[in-house]
């Protein structure tokens, strides 16, 4: 089993940054990646970010690409993803998810991931 604890959502102004952490625990060492997803009220859960653990490759959805990263703390079993040049429609709740040690589907599907974080809010106001 693995744990994942998020932290580092809030409320910010258009154009601000907020940096979120998901920290796992537990049987991490066969995860294949970790991702971010994001839900807003009335729609799908949808790919943000992603990293392949083994060699720290990165992946964005093209709606976060250039203001987003995605970044790791080994030691810590942390995954960060940084958020800058927020605007309202980045709004939602943030979610952390853990895959196992292969992918059952493509990196940007939620159906890779099998342990996920309890969310985190994210509100950029206008």
């Known amino acids: 089993q693995v744990q994942l604890v998020e932290s580092g959502g809030g409320l910010v102004q258009d154009g601000g940054s907020l940096r979120l952490s998901c920290t796992a625990s537990?049987?991490?060492?066969?995860?294949?990646?970790m991702g971010w997803f994001r839900q807003a009220p009335g729609r799908e859960r949808e790919f943000v970010a992603a990293?392949?653990?083994?060699?720290?490759?990165?992946y964005y959805s093209d709606s976060v690409k250039g203001r987003f990263t995605i970044s790791r703390a080994n030691a810590k079993n942390t995954v960060y993803l940084q958020m800058n040049s927020l605007n309202p429609a980045d709004t939602a709740v943030y979610f952390c998810?853990?895959?196992?040690?292969?992918?059952?589907?493509?990196?940007?599907?939620?159906?890779?991931?099998?342990?996920w974080g309890q969310g985190t809010q994210a509100t950029v106001s206008s």
């Open positions: 990293l392949r653990w083994s060699d720290g490759s990165t």
């Open positions: 998810a853990a895959s196992g040690p292969v992918l059952r589907a493509g990196i940007r599907s939620t159906s890779s991931y099998a342990y």
């Open positions: 537990g049987r991490t060492v066969s995860n294949y990646a």
